[in-house]
């Protein structure tokens, strides 16, 4: 069981705007900033967004993040057959004194 | 660029002791405003954060691993290394190791991971 709590799956069609929510607690979302990873198959993962609502360089700007109160949100619009992939939150844990994952949703172009 | 590789037995027994390596190029360890760290992922499921280190000595280990895990660095050859002890098969997983940002949760460079499986 996942500290923080994900969907476990989402779909959308090519063109389509899709939404990933990461639910958690005052510990966890409600203080720290929320990150998201993507992970293709067969890859590591690779950091998504940062910070709650950050692009690093070089991810396309389709990638949105959001959060208020406990709950993070990531937003994926113009989704394309590449985007298919497996998409984690991840936040830092005052009462567990560290990192914890969501369970991860997978996402499905169809 | 920054590049992280894990290496280390790929069989580990039950009970034993899991031990792996990575080797960071591109970057020193040393470096300021960064942590390091491991993370797995049992086959099929989801990425559990193992733990994270500062180059000054700051440690922070999963709660639920905390007893059996030791992160430790060596900054002469740029390596850190992970020790997992008592495996059991529930620690089969790709370990990854990466580098984490200012504040651990933000893994910007990870290694590709390395499959460990541990049977007897």
């Known amino acids: 069981q996942s500290v923080l709590t994900q969907p476990p799956s989402a779909s959308g069609t090519p063109g389509q705007r899709v939404s990933i929510s990461c639910s958690g607690s005052?510990?966890?979302?409600?203080?720290?900033?929320v990150n998201w990873y993507q992970q293709l198959p067969g890859t590591a993962p690779k950091l998504l967004i940062y910070?709650?609502?950050q692009r690093p360089s070089g991810v396309p700007d389709r990638f949105s993040g959001s959060k208020s109160g406990t709950s993070a949100s990531l937003a994926i619009s113009g989704l394309q057959s590449e985007d298919e992939a497996d998409y984690y939150c991840?936040?830092?844990?005052?009462?567990?004194?560290?990192?914890?994952f969501g369970g991860g949703t997978k996402l499905t172009v169809l | 660029q920054l590049q992280l590789q894990e290496s280390g037995p790929g069989l580990v027994r039950p009970s034993e002791t899991l031990s792996l390596t990575c080797t960071v190029s591109?970057?020193?360890?040393?470096?300021?405003?960064?942590?390091w760290g491991w993370i797995r992922q049992p086959p099929g499921k989801g990425l559990e954060w193992i733990g994270t280190?500062?180059?000054?000595?700051?440690?922070y280990y999963n709660p639920s691993l905390k007893s059996r895990i030791t992160i430790s660095v060596d900054t002469s050859k740029n390596q850190f290394s992970l020790k997992l002890n008592s495996v059991t098969a529930a620690d089969t997983a790709v370990y990854y190791c990466?580098?984490?940002?200012?504040?651990?949760?933000?893994?910007?460079?990870w290694g590709q991971g390395t499959l460990v499986t541990v049977s007897s």
């Open positions: 591109g970057g020193s360890i040393s470096t300021s405003n960064y942590y």
């Open positions: 991840a936040a830092w844990d005052d009462s567990l004194n560290g990192v914890v």
């Open positions: 005052s510990s966890n979302i409600g203080k720290n900033t």
């Open positions: 280190f500062y180059y000054n000595g700051n440690t």
């Open positions: 910070s709650n609502n």
């Open positions: 990466a580098r984490d940002g200012a504040f651990p949760g933000r893994l910007g460079y």
